[in-house]
């Protein structure tokens, strides 16, 4: 869908002492187009070839969940906030738990603790594959998301044996997790990780030196720490931009104020690096991983989960729970009013901020590398129209 623009004067051609018309096109990437990730709508100004001005437009896939969290009880509202980032559904449970049992007052289990530790990492590891694979594709390498495929299979494995679900777990529950991990599970974890980390190094080989994907990323795209703090951008997105912070180790919660969390950062800031930070991170998170199986294995035996009442009602009050999700920071501002339901719920989601910075990344950059440059940007369209 495209619009013309006709503009006589300033700006203008002049051919022969004569001042010719030029038009900008208004191009419409979306909100059904092959460049987008799902339903995300650019409204863009071409000069030629090159993007004078973008708008991202979001909204086409709006479902209202916060609106849905205040005529659902406190464990119902676990199914709504695991689906709006469909990649990281254990840690969308997360946040929200945490914020019941922060207004609770509520101790968690130990090994409730390290366990969905384990897990998020498992589902950060998860997340980072499917941009690892996907993103090459999108530049035009198909090979790379077959590899990608076979290693998040690995772990999916091992994720569906112990919730049942492949994409949206539901494992998470106020006080703890929702049973006891099955016997030998911590095994067949520990052989999952070991197999993903020998064999993520074939995902690098094909892209890290390579003349065309670097051609297509390097210098491309460059989101500078100043527009990041603008607009609230977080994440591997961020940390390629020399943003040094992550909430695992900055605010710890869960089992990592106890972890060595290493923070990968970049200072390029543009669509490679944040390739070599989502990358990077995935082969941290394995080692997080280990971390926590050898500590959940040497833990005594004792309780997943806090025994809860039939009706579990919340204080009055308020409180805010982030957490480090795969794409940036989550946040979570719960509203008491005493109730079996939340009074309010709002969800400060990772991607949605991402997102409004392509309206300072694309003006001035070839159409042709919009594609690379939307890709870089690591989002889920839920997570913006949550």
């Known amino acids: 869908m495209t619009e013309r623009v006709v503009g006589v004067g300033a700006g203008a051609d002049a051919v022969g002492g004569k001042e010719l018309a030029t038009e ?10 092959p460049s987008t990730h799902g339903v995300l709508r650019l409204r863009l100004t071409l000069d030629g070839e090159r993007i004078s001005s973008a708008e991202p437009i979001v909204g086409y896939m709006h479902r209202g969940a916060e609106k849905l969290f205040e005529v659902r009880d406190y464990r119902q ?24 049992e922060r207004m609770l007052g509520m101790e968690t289990p130990v090994r409730a603790v390290w366990a969905r530790t384990l897990l998020a990492e498992l589902n950060r590891v998860l997340s980072h594959l499917m941009f690892l694979g996907s993103y090459p594709l999108e530049l035009g390498a198909m090979t790379p998301i077959f590899y990608a495929f076979r290693e998040r299979e690995t772990l999916q494995a091992v994720m569906e044996e112990i919730s049942g679900g492949r994409m949206h777990y539901m494992f998470n529950r106020v006080g703890g997790l929702k049973e006891e991990l099955p016997e030998g599970w911590l095994g ?10 020998r064999r993520l190094p074939d995902i690098e080989a094909l892209l890290v030196g390579n003349e065309i994907f670097m051609a297509r990323t390097r210098g491309v795209g460059v989101l500078s720490r100043e527009q990041i703090m603008q607009y609230g951008v977080s994440g591997p997105i961020a940390r ?6 992550d909430l695992r180790r900055d ?4 089992a990592y104020g106890e972890l060595p969390v290493k923070v990968v950062t970049r200072t390029a800031g543009d669509c490679h690096a944040r390739f070599e930070v989502l990358l990077e991170q995935a082969k941290v998170s394995l080692d997080l991983a280990d971390a926590c199986l050898e500590r959940l294995r040497a833990l005594p035996p004792g309780p997943i989960n806090q025994r809860l009442p039939k009706v579990l009602k919340v204080p009055e009050g308020h409180t805010y729970a982030w957490t480090e999700n795969p794409l940036g920071i989550n946040g979570y501002y719960l509203v008491s009013r005493g109730e079996k339901t939340p009074w309010r719920m709002k969800l400060r989601s990772a991607s949605y901020n991402n997102v409004q910075a392509l309206r300072e990344m694309l003006p001035g950059q070839l159409v042709a590398d919009m594609v690379a440059i939307l890709g870089s940007m690591f989002f889920v369209v839920g997570d913006i129209d949550k």
């Open 24 to 33: 900008d096109m208004i191009l419409n990437i979306g909100p059904q187009h």
């Open 77 to 100: 509202i676990v199914v709504l906030a695991n689906r709006h980032d469909w990649l990281s559904a254990f840690a969308n449970e997360l946040g929200v738990v945490m914020a019941v």
């Open 188 to 197: 067949r974890v520990s052989e999952a990780v070991a197999d993903v980390r």
């Open 240 to 245: 390629a931009s020399g943003v040094d912070l």
């Open 251 to 254: 605010d710890p919660y869960l």
